[in-house]
């Protein structure tokens, strides 16, 4: 139930586009007519006046840049568009905007706390390590934006010593439809007895998110005084609607001139929390 935006762009200058989408699913867009305690009046494009109940709606947002495709219809806002396949970009989860991850190594739970700042959980099938997540992201232009934040975690009940933390920074280019994204942190462990850590790179990016089949690029890279060893990770993600996606990739190991490709695909599930 997908209506469409206004397409006269005039409209955008005089008056805010919001999209209302209800209990039930329905999704209504153009602009707020009234709002009080008991319902909501949008006027939309093909409907005119659509008046939903208070208690109906799930969610009132206003229009984003590049929510709108080129025949100006709605495109919904891809949740799992914080995420390649390991690593984050700059874009914030928005906050209620939670999701369940779960991949051939384990479980792994975000949350939108605010508009700019989300947390997260990750481990293993063995809760072997256990890996607090946090980040804040900061809108520079249009299409740039910055995020810092750290991952910081434990060795659990099998190595109770062992302790890591990686404080990292992300520069993304793009919408979160379409975007590239440069990564840099350093990584240190320790098990009691002094850490040891290395600066980590990563190049990722995204081309078509939110649609129903996008690609989505990964890839950590770590500099030595010997060879630098790095790992390209190139998938595809299908998402058959808002709430569920699944990506899968067949990822690649470069050291000193040498590629070694991974036998086992790397494969990930993504659901709306």
């Avoid at 369940?100 to 939108?112: D, L, R, S, T």
Wanted: aromatic share 12%; glycine share 12%.
């Amino acid at each position: 139930n997908t209506v469409n935006a206004q397409s006269d762009t005039s409209e955008f200058v005089r008056s805010k586009i919001y999209v209302v989408t209800a209990m039930n699913g329905g999704i209504f867009v153009g602009t707020i007519v009234s709002d009080d305690s008991k319902e909501v009046v949008i006027k939309t494009k093909d409907l005119g006046e659509v008046s939903i109940p208070k208690y109906q709606v799930k969610s009132m947002k206003e229009l984003e840049e590049g929510q709108l495709n080129k025949d100006g219809e709605y495109v919904s806002d891809p949740l799992f568009a914080t995420r390649y396949f390991f690593t984050t970009n700059s874009f914030p989860l928005k906050k209620g905007d939670n999701y369940f991850c779960k991949n051939v190594f384990g479980p792994e739970a975000h949350f939108g706390v605010g508009e700019k700042f989300g947390i997260g959980v990750m481990t293993s099938w063995l809760a072997v390590p256990i890996i607090g997540t946090v980040k804040y992201s900061i809108n520079l232009s249009e299409n740039t934006n910055l995020g810092v934040g750290a991952l910081v975690g434990t060795g659990s009940w099998a190595f109770p010593k062992v302790f890591g933390a990686l404080p990292f920074g992300t520069l993304t280019f793009g919408t979160r439809r379409s975007n590239i994204n440069f990564s840099a942190g350093y990584g240190a462990i320790s098990d009691g007895s002094g850490p040891e850590g290395t600066a980590l790179f990563s190049v990722a990016g995204a081309i078509g998110g939110g649609g129903k089949v996008s690609f989505v690029f990964d890839s950590f890279i770590v500099p030595g005084s010997q060879s630098t060893i790095a790992l390209i990770i190139p998938g595809i993600r299908l998402q058959s609607n808002d709430d569920k996606a699944f990506q899968f990739a067949f990822a690649a190991a470069f050291n000193d001139g040498d590629i070694y490709p991974l036998p086992i695909p790397l494969a990930s599930w993504f659901m709306r929390l």
